[in-house]
């Protein structure tokens, strides 16, 4: 009856059945996996968002397959680079959106992509309703995040058609460095692949790097597809807007622009009110980002100040994005420590396995959360850890 690219029947496992059954019994939960920024007490401009969304244009529907020109000058005088026009900009109604138009795009039934790990487990489930294959290729960790080239190659296969990278990395932080793009350029070169660079943290750096790779959205040696959007560049998530720039060698950008265009005709899925406010709200980031990156950088100092060098737990560094590393000891599987931690101290913390880490024993942590309950949370799961291991 129902479609073999559609995920299966799901039933909710142990951890969610907990959390419900301390929500109804009205037990206060520290969630230390926050990712939503509208819900951890950051300061809006609220009649500035209003007034932009009340634009009288809005009560007319002029449909662009691409999305308003209004909208896609603003982006790219955001950008504000050469290479990045409005002609290169798609809407979309979220950087998931585009990951399934652009699986539409490139892949036929059985193809499959290269995707990171670790990394944010969204892409499995839009490759499967897309009757694509993801394909794994490691990050691998010595002081520093890198990619693992001789794997890469190792796993990419005839049917291989893009590469996905996440620009910083979500969740190590890591960013793109000026020699991986180098080789993922003649990687794509030598197996005729697209690049997709995910950039939805790329504004939040904790420090400069002169090493690191700029946004992908320059590059037009090969296919390439940089995405991003209004939920982190803005903190706004429910206003439903993301983006596709597209680049490339004029050959095949021609027939991928005419390709994306005639599917993005098929949706239209950006509403109008926030393509026409799109100008207004960009020109507010500057103090929204200032806002989160301050509040990410407080949280992640304060997290460092909590752990000595002869403790018992690592903090892994990170160079951007809004989420933090704890290496734990291995006395407990991730799953057993969750749950312990949810049960004895109505803790929620993120474990690895949830990002696809290759080993045990990594705890991940939102920084955006608010201080006084990430430092409440923190305290509260050192504490425990340390009572396992003493």
Known sequence: MFSSRTPPKMSANRLTNIIKEKKLSNTPIIDLTVSNPTQVSFDYPESEIITALANKNSLFYRPDPKGLLVARKAIAN????????????????????????LFKLLMNSGDSVLVPTPSYPLFEHLAQIESVEVINYHLYFDGDWHIDFPYLQSVCQKNTRAIIIVNPNNPTGSYLKKEELKQLINICKQNNLALISDEVFYDYPHHQDRTRANSIATIDDILTFTLNGLSKVAGLPQLKLGWIILNGPKEIFDEAYQRLEFITDLFLSVSSPVQHALPSLLELVPALQTQIQKRVLVNFNWLKSQIPIDSVCRLLPTEGGWYAILQVPKILSEEELILELLIKENLIVHPGYFFDFQLEGFLVISLISRPEILQHGVVKLLDYINELCY
């Open 78 to 101: 955001y950008y504000n680079l050469q290479q990045v026009t409005e002609e290169k900009i798609f809407l979309t109604a979220s950087t998931s959106e585009a990951y399934t138009l």
